[in-house]
């Protein structure tokens, strides 16, 4: 059954249906969440109402694109409203220079981690790193585009990110050095 | 585009980043996308449930108060129940042949046999008809004709049950062309609460309450007055009052609940109670006599007490069972705890403090100096209070929440007034049931 058939019969609120999206894209979209957030519950949570305005909003999606992509940018956007209103992501989101110098790195490092291990580091970054640097680095926003998401200006976003990158690539290649030599390095 | 190969490597990693969801974000959003028709239900089965509560909590409790002798602790267990499934090889799609049934004690069978019940119920009704009626459990299991989609060799089953648990939402699939014919009619299927979202409201709620079980008075017998002076005098009391036996008590009342948070409610109650306990006594008979009211531990030489004279009696001896009756007004201030918010079965844990007027009673006070059950109200403290703890769990119905559970109760203070010869403490074993209605207050909700 493709997309536009499921979307025909969960608007006529057909459960089953409505069970098969689910069941069809939950996976991804919880990895998406995940992201985005500091906790597997935090993460849910989002899917949880994504998933909601999903349904809710069914008749909006035209047909035209892929509707895993409209499902993705729903998420995304249910992310970033649940970072804004959490407290306890708030004050990493007021995007303050929190004196995290970027550190000399390799421009390109050879990315040997698995995706797990990875999206664990994305997630180890402050959050308004995390946040930018997922929109950009993964969903491929334009700083233009972020800034008017995340209500900042370009050249913050552009900073921002850059950090981030710097902070992550740092990481990774210290992962790396310590998966190759045994040797714990601190991060 | 990117930058540089970094980026693309980042997002080309991330793509396959998936993680399994937990059961109840499915249940959340199936409730808030289909929400449930209102519907009214009769009161018949609300007491209909509360009798057999009750029924409940006065086996149990008939097992562990001290004052019943003679009965073994436990029942013999009886045999495992058994159940019949049908074999995982059967042709789902069509559901035409008929595979020999397997016998599986139920004990062993699976840690849900329910669910594996109705997984059979579900398989029966694809190729026969749209409803199936277990006549083991007394469910009924509705699957709409729209109510399977077949994709890749797996079928999505979404099974409706019936009223008495619809608290439970049904999801299943099968597959029924696997590759593997190993795996073929293999079932994955998630049978998952409906609760959560209804317990977490705000703002007020009313319900209604009733409870019921076994209710026992443990007595402790004082020197007083009269008895004091005769144990001075040489003369000890020769008499002991028979054990009062524990009797049932029910209680009904209306309640008001305001949500503190998501897990923590208030409620305030108002409910009459009665409460019976029998007493051995000997003959009665219409004699006067005199009894001597004084402080408690005090000589009648040293104490300033009075006689008070009794018209009629029970003689001491244990030849007659007296029913002993108090009705009270409660008002019961309770916090109401939800301990889980996820799982089949969400638990509360409700401690309560109750403060309890005496309407009227029965009751039969004992002298142990003369050994004589008499009546007399005004040894009974009118005020009483007690503390209690209830260990509750939801079931949820499309218009109604109810939750019930054990509960246990003592009183706080001495039944009787300081004159009277003896001191009472109250206690309760039994079962509480609360009903909240969804629709009242409706604008309240969450």
Redesign the interface.
């Known amino acids: 059954m493709d997309d536009q058939d499921l979307v025909e019969r969960c608007l006529k609120k057909n459960r089953a249906a409505q069970s098969l999206l689910y069941e069809r894209y939950s996976s991804k979209m919880l990895g998406i969440c995940y992201r985005y957030t500091k906790s597997m519950a935090d993460a849910e949570d989002i899917l949880q109402e994504g998933f909601i305005k999903v349904f809710r909003n069914l008749e909006q999606f035209k047909g035209s694109g892929e509707l895993g992509a409209w499902i993705r940018r729903i998420m995304v956007n249910t992310a970033i409203n649940f970072l804004k209103q959490k407290e306890r992501y708030q004050v990493d989101l007021s995007f303050v220079d929190k004196g995290l110098h970027p550190v000399t790195t390799e421009e390109n490092p050879e990315i040997r981690l698995n995706t797990r291990e990875l999206a664990e580091l994305i997630r180890q970054l402050p959050v308004g790193y995390q946040t930018i640097f997922n929109l950009h680095a993964v969903e491929g926003y334009s700083h233009v585009e972020i800034g008017r998401i995340l209500g900042i200006n370009e050249g913050t976003s552009r900073s921002q990110y850059s950090r981030a990158r710097s902070l992550l690539i740092s990481w990774i290649q210290k992962n790396e050095l310590e998966n190759n030599t045994g040797i714990y390095v601190r991060k | 585009m990117?930058e540089?190969?970094?980026?693309k490597?980042?997002?080309q990693?991330?793509e396959?980043?998936?993680?399994?969801?937990?059961d109840?974000?499915?249940t959340?959003?199936?409730q808030?996308?289909?929400p449930e028709k209102d519907r009214r239900r009769p009161f018949f089965w609300i007491f209909l449930l509360a009798g057999l509560i009750v029924a409940g909590g006065g086996l149990y409790y008939s097992n562990i108060v001290r004052n019943q002798q003679g009965q073994p602790e436990g029942s013999p267990k009886s045999k495992p129940e058994r159940e019949v499934i049908n074999s995982p090889d059967k042709d789902f799609k069509t559901g035409r042949s008929q595979a020999d049934p397997i016998s599986v004690p139920a004990k062993q069978n699976d840690k849900d046999p329910i669910q594996k019940h109705l997984l059979t119920q579900i398989m029966a009704a694809q190729g026969s008809s749209a409803k199936q009626v277990s006549k083991r459990k007394n469910l009924v299991i509705t699957i709409?004709e729209?109510?399977?989609?077949e994709?890749n060799g797996r079928m999505?089953?979404?099974g409706e049950l019936d009223h008495s648990l619809r608290n439970w939402h049904l999801?299943n699939?099968l597959d029924i062309n696997a590759p593997n014919s190993s795996s073929a009619g293999r079932i994955k299927s998630r049978i998952i609460p409906y609760w959560p979202s209804k317990l977490n409201r705000k703002g007020f709620q009313i319900g209604f309450n009733a409870g019921g079980g076994l209710s026992a008075i443990r007595q402790n017998i004082l020197s007083s007055g009269n008895a004091a002076a005769a144990r001075i005098n040489g003369v000890v009391p020769a008499y002991q009052p028979s054990e009062i036996d524990p009797g049932p008590y029910w209680k009904l009342g209306l309640s008001v609940q305001y949500a503190l948070s998501k897990n923590l409610s208030v409620r305030l109650g108002l409910g009459y109670r009665q409460m019976i306990n029998y007493i051995h006594v000997g003959a009665y008979t219409d004699s006067v006599t005199a009894i001597f009211y004084g402080p408690r531990n005090m000589p009648s030489s040293v104490s300033l007490g009075s006689f008070t004279s009794i018209s009629g009696f029970y003689k001491y001896g244990t030849q007659n069972r007296y029913k002993e009756n108090y009705n009270w007004l409660d008002l019961p201030l309770s916090l109401d705890w939800l301990m889980t918010r996820y799982g089949k079965l969400p638990l509360h844990l409700v401690p309560s403090i109750s403060a309890s007027y005496l309407l009227n009673s029965s009751a039969l006070q004992f002298d142990p100096n003369s050994g004589i059950y008499y009546r007399d109200n005004s040894l009974l403290e009118r005020i009483n209070l007690s503390g209690s703890l209830a260990l509750m769990t939801n079931i949820l119905s499309r218009d109604i929440i109810w939750q019930f559970g054990p509960k246990f109760e003592y009183g706080l203070n001495d039944l009787l007034s300081k004159n009277a010869m003896s001191q009472q403490r109250m206690e309760f074993i039994g079962a509480e049931l609360l009903i909240i209605p969804e629709n009242w207050l409706k604008g309240k909700r969450k």
């Open positions: 990117y540089n190969e970094f980026e490597k980042v997002q990693n991330m396959g980043l998936e993680f399994i969801p937990s109840a974000v499915w959340k959003v199936v808030e996308i289909n709409p729209d109510g399977h989609i994709e999505i089953v979404i999801i699939s």
